[in-house]
Each structure stands twice: as C-alpha cells, then as structure tokens.
Nanobody, 123 residues
Framework: QVQLVESGGGLVQTGGSLRLSCAVS????????MGWFRQAPGKEREFVAT????????LYADSVKGRFAITRDNAKNTVYLQMNTLKPEDTAIYYC????????????????WGQGTQVSVSS
C-alpha cells in the first residue's frame, strides 16, 4: 500500500514563498511519476506540476511556470514543490499524487493521492 503525506502549507503574503513536501511510503518510489495538483474553493482540481521517476523531466502548468519548481529526492522518498512569488490566485488545497510509469497532467491517471495541504496567499 502506497501512502502519501503532504506538509508545508500555510498562510503567506503575496510575493512570498512556501515549500511543500510529500513523503511517500513504499520501496519503489523511483518507479512512480509524481504530480502536484490543486483545488481552489468552487473550482475543479487542476494540474500544477509533474516530475518523472528519475527526476530528470518536469512539466508545469502555464500559470505557475517560472515561479514553482518540482523536485524529488528518491533516497528520501519525497517530492517537493517550491513555490515562489506567490499570488492570491495560488490559494488552494494542494495535493500530491503518484502513478507508476510516465508522468501525466491528467489527475485521473494517478493512482495514489495525499490528503492535501492548504496554501493561502493574502493580498
């Protein structure tokens, strides 16, 4: 059973930074592509970023490109989302997700999900 636990959310002012972490249980972490998704109140869940199993390939939503960075440490079974220059529109619950094989921007392709962590950006 694969379990994902996010941490690092909080309240920050516009222009500030946060780093989210997602700790993953299991012995085959490097076999999983990992993604970050978010859901704002009243909106559908949306793709934020994804990283391949070896960490060499990444893809970002246009709305966060240049401000967010997804990385992973396979020795620690952890994936990170560094968020810089935060904007009020980044306010959402952020979810970590994992899937075997290649990465995807489609949440429906992911098999495992964390419980989410709240990120709030004040104006």
């Amino acid at each position: 059973q694969v379990q994902l636990v996010e941490s690092g959310g909080g309240l920050v002012q516009t222009g500030g930074s946060l780093r989210l972490s997602c700790a993953v249980s299991g012995r085959t972490f490097s076999s999983y592509a990992m993604g970050w998704f978010r859901q704002a109140p009243g909106k559908e869940r949306e793709f934020v970023a994804t990283v391949s199993g070896n960490g060499r390939s990444t893809l970002y939503a246009d709305s966060v490109k240049g401000r967010f960075a997804i990385t992973r440490d396979n020795a620690k079974n952890t994936v990170y989302l560094q968020m810089n220059t935060l904007k009020p529109e980044d306010t959402a619950i952020y979810y970590c997700a994992g899937k075997l094989g290649s990465w995807s921007v489609a949440g429906s392709r992911y098999d495992y999900w964390g419980q989410g962590t709240q990120v709030s950006v004040s104006s």
